[in-house]
Protein backbone atom coordinates (compact mmCIF):
# COMPACT_ATOMS: atom_id res chain seq x y z
CA UNK A 1 0.00 0.00 0.00
CA UNK A 2 1.46 3.57 -0.82
CA UNK A 3 2.23 5.65 2.10
CA UNK A 4 2.23 9.57 2.32
CA UNK A 5 4.82 12.21 3.94
CA UNK A 6 4.37 14.73 5.93
CA UNK A 7 5.72 16.75 2.97
CA UNK A 8 2.88 15.43 0.40
CA UNK A 9 4.71 13.38 -1.13
CA UNK A 10 2.93 9.57 -1.88
CA UNK A 11 5.72 6.79 -1.74
CA UNK A 12 3.76 3.93 -4.43
CA UNK A 13 3.25 0.75 -3.37
CA UNK A 14 5.88 -1.53 -4.51
CA UNK A 15 6.78 -4.12 -2.38
CA UNK A 16 9.96 -6.19 -2.05
CA UNK A 17 11.96 -8.27 -0.09
CA UNK A 18 13.55 -5.04 1.34
CA UNK A 19 9.30 -3.25 2.40
CA UNK A 20 10.68 -0.24 -0.07
CA UNK A 21 7.46 1.57 0.89
CA UNK A 22 8.13 2.83 4.10
CA UNK A 23 12.00 2.55 3.80
CA UNK A 24 11.83 5.33 0.74
CA UNK A 25 9.42 6.99 2.95
CA UNK A 26 11.61 7.40 6.24
CA UNK A 27 14.91 8.44 3.42
CA UNK A 28 12.33 11.48 1.96
CA UNK A 29 11.43 12.38 5.56
CA UNK A 30 14.34 12.72 6.92
CA UNK A 31 16.28 14.61 3.88
CA UNK A 32 17.20 18.13 3.84
CA UNK A 33 15.67 19.34 0.67
CA UNK A 34 13.52 21.80 -0.68
CA UNK A 35 9.54 21.34 -0.62
CA UNK A 36 7.47 22.96 -3.02
CA UNK A 37 4.46 24.58 -1.85
CA UNK A 38 1.63 26.61 -3.28
CA UNK A 39 0.56 28.79 -0.26
CA UNK A 40 1.43 30.43 3.10
CA UNK A 41 -0.99 27.92 4.45
CA UNK A 42 0.49 24.90 3.06
CA UNK A 43 4.09 26.06 4.44
CA UNK A 44 2.30 26.71 8.19
CA UNK A 45 1.05 23.49 7.78
CA UNK A 46 4.20 21.55 7.30
CA UNK A 47 4.33 19.22 10.46
CA UNK A 48 7.60 17.25 9.98
CA UNK A 49 7.90 14.01 12.51
CA UNK A 50 8.93 15.80 15.98
CA UNK A 51 8.56 19.14 15.08
CA UNK A 52 9.81 21.54 12.12
CA UNK A 53 13.62 21.94 12.67
CA UNK A 54 16.00 24.67 11.42
CA UNK A 55 16.94 24.99 8.37
CA UNK A 56 13.51 23.10 7.02
CA UNK A 57 12.91 25.11 3.34
CA UNK A 58 10.14 25.81 1.15
CA UNK A 59 10.24 27.07 -2.25
CA UNK A 60 6.91 29.07 -2.57
CA UNK A 61 5.44 28.43 -6.23
CA UNK A 62 2.37 31.02 -5.55
CA UNK A 63 5.21 34.20 -5.22
CA UNK A 64 6.94 36.32 -7.97
CA UNK A 65 10.45 34.46 -8.43
CA UNK A 66 9.16 31.58 -6.12
CA UNK A 67 11.19 32.86 -3.62
CA UNK A 68 12.88 29.94 -1.10
CA UNK A 69 11.75 30.27 2.61
CA UNK A 70 13.19 28.66 5.66
CA UNK A 71 12.56 27.95 9.56
CA UNK A 72 15.27 28.75 11.83
CA UNK A 73 14.03 27.30 14.48
CA UNK A 74 11.89 30.13 15.50
CA UNK A 75 9.82 31.59 12.41
CA UNK A 76 9.86 31.69 9.03
CA UNK A 77 12.50 33.65 7.23
CA UNK A 78 10.01 34.67 4.43
CA UNK A 79 9.77 36.97 1.57
CA UNK A 80 7.71 40.33 1.32
CA UNK A 81 7.42 42.78 -0.85
CA UNK A 82 5.31 45.88 -1.84
CA UNK A 83 5.28 49.74 -2.98
CA UNK A 84 6.79 52.46 -1.12
CA UNK A 85 3.95 54.66 0.59
CA UNK A 86 5.01 58.01 -0.99
CA UNK A 87 3.68 61.74 0.95
CA UNK A 88 1.69 63.62 -1.01
CA UNK A 89 4.38 65.72 -3.17
CA UNK A 90 5.61 62.46 -4.35
CA UNK A 91 4.92 60.28 -7.13
CA UNK A 92 6.25 57.34 -9.18
CA UNK A 93 8.12 59.50 -12.08
CA UNK A 94 5.92 57.43 -14.77
CA UNK A 95 7.99 57.54 -18.44
CA UNK A 96 8.57 53.84 -18.21
CA UNK A 97 10.13 53.98 -15.39
CA UNK A 98 9.11 51.54 -12.51
CA UNK A 99 6.87 52.52 -9.41
CA UNK A 100 8.77 52.66 -6.48
CA UNK A 101 8.79 49.53 -4.45
CA UNK A 102 10.92 47.42 -2.12
CA UNK A 103 11.71 43.32 -2.10
CA UNK A 104 13.03 41.23 0.97
CA UNK A 105 14.21 38.28 0.32
CA UNK A 106 14.04 35.32 2.90
CA UNK A 107 18.17 35.78 3.37
CA UNK A 108 16.89 39.75 5.20
CA UNK A 109 18.50 41.52 2.11
CA UNK A 110 15.84 44.24 1.05
CA UNK A 111 16.41 46.12 -1.88
CA UNK A 112 14.03 49.17 -3.93
CA UNK A 113 13.49 49.84 -7.32
CA UNK A 114 11.75 52.26 -9.25
CA UNK A 115 12.08 56.14 -9.65
CA UNK A 116 9.79 58.94 -7.77
CA UNK A 117 9.13 62.23 -9.25
CA UNK A 118 6.66 65.09 -8.04
CA UNK A 119 3.15 65.77 -7.90
CA UNK A 120 4.08 69.13 -8.61
CA UNK A 121 4.74 71.46 -11.43
CA UNK A 122 7.49 72.89 -9.93
CA UNK A 123 9.69 71.71 -6.84
CA UNK A 124 11.62 73.34 -4.37
CA UNK A 125 14.02 72.11 -1.64
CA UNK A 126 16.19 74.07 0.89
CA UNK A 127 19.79 72.99 1.11
CA UNK A 128 21.21 70.35 3.76
CA UNK A 129 17.36 69.94 4.89
CA UNK A 130 15.74 65.97 5.33
CA UNK A 131 12.13 66.03 3.49
CA UNK A 132 10.03 62.84 4.37
CA UNK A 133 9.57 61.69 0.92
CA UNK A 134 7.92 58.28 1.47
CA UNK A 135 7.96 55.07 3.84
CA UNK A 136 8.20 51.51 4.11
CA UNK A 137 7.07 48.64 6.79
CA UNK A 138 9.74 48.90 9.59
CA UNK A 139 9.80 45.13 9.28
CA UNK A 140 11.73 45.65 5.86
CA UNK A 141 13.85 48.40 7.52
CA UNK A 142 17.20 48.50 8.08
CA UNK A 143 18.12 47.84 11.79
CA UNK A 144 19.98 51.12 11.85
CA UNK A 145 19.66 53.81 9.39
CA UNK A 146 21.39 53.80 6.17
CA UNK A 147 22.75 56.35 3.61
CA UNK A 148 22.72 56.31 -0.10
CA UNK A 149 23.26 58.16 -2.91
CA UNK A 150 20.91 57.68 -5.48
CA UNK A 151 20.38 58.71 -9.04
CA UNK A 152 18.41 62.38 -9.48
CA UNK A 153 18.34 64.84 -11.78
CA UNK A 154 21.39 67.07 -12.74
CA UNK A 155 19.69 70.10 -11.39
CA UNK A 156 19.60 68.53 -8.22
CA UNK A 157 22.98 68.46 -6.97
CA UNK A 158 24.44 66.22 -4.71
CA UNK A 159 21.78 64.36 -2.90
CA UNK A 160 21.70 61.47 -0.05
CA UNK A 161 18.65 59.41 0.86
CA UNK A 162 18.39 58.21 4.62
CA UNK A 163 16.66 54.69 5.05
CA UNK A 164 15.62 55.26 8.81
CA UNK A 165 15.07 51.86 10.70
CA UNK A 166 11.34 52.90 11.32
CA UNK A 167 10.91 53.02 7.49
CA UNK A 168 10.84 56.18 6.93
CA UNK A 169 12.91 57.50 3.97
CA UNK A 170 14.31 61.20 4.04
CA UNK A 171 15.86 63.10 0.92
CA UNK A 172 18.15 65.72 0.85
CA UNK A 173 20.32 67.94 -1.53
CA UNK A 174 23.61 69.53 -0.34
CA UNK A 175 23.23 72.76 -2.80
CA UNK A 176 19.24 72.52 -2.43
CA UNK A 177 17.53 74.01 -5.59
CA UNK A 178 14.35 76.09 -6.59
CA UNK A 179 11.51 75.64 -8.74
CA UNK A 180 13.32 72.99 -11.02
CA UNK A 181 10.64 71.56 -13.06
CA UNK A 182 8.77 67.84 -12.75
CA UNK A 183 10.75 66.08 -15.61
CA UNK A 184 13.85 68.01 -13.92
CA UNK A 185 13.11 66.01 -10.55
CA UNK A 186 13.92 62.28 -9.78
CA UNK A 187 15.20 60.07 -7.62
CA UNK A 188 15.94 56.82 -8.29
CA UNK A 189 15.69 53.75 -5.62
CA UNK A 190 17.61 50.98 -8.34
CA UNK A 191 20.41 49.35 -6.47
CA UNK A 192 19.47 50.08 -3.08
CA UNK A 193 19.92 47.61 -0.75
CA UNK A 194 20.48 46.22 2.96
CA UNK A 195 20.23 44.05 5.29
CA UNK A 196 16.95 43.76 7.31
CA UNK A 197 16.02 43.45 10.73
CA UNK A 198 16.36 39.70 11.32
Not at 79 to 86: E, F, H, K, P
Request: aromatic fraction near 12%.
Amino acid sequence: MSQTTWQGIVVPAGGDAWNAVPDWKKFIELGYYVIPVGSQAARDALAPPGGKYAGLAVIRTDLPGQPIETWNGTKWLDYSAGNVALGGLYQGYGGGYGTPAYEKQPNNRTSMSGMAGTTSATITMLANTQYLIGTIPSAVAPVTGETFSPGTGSKMGACTLYVRADGNLHFESASGFTSITQSQFFISFSGINWRAKP
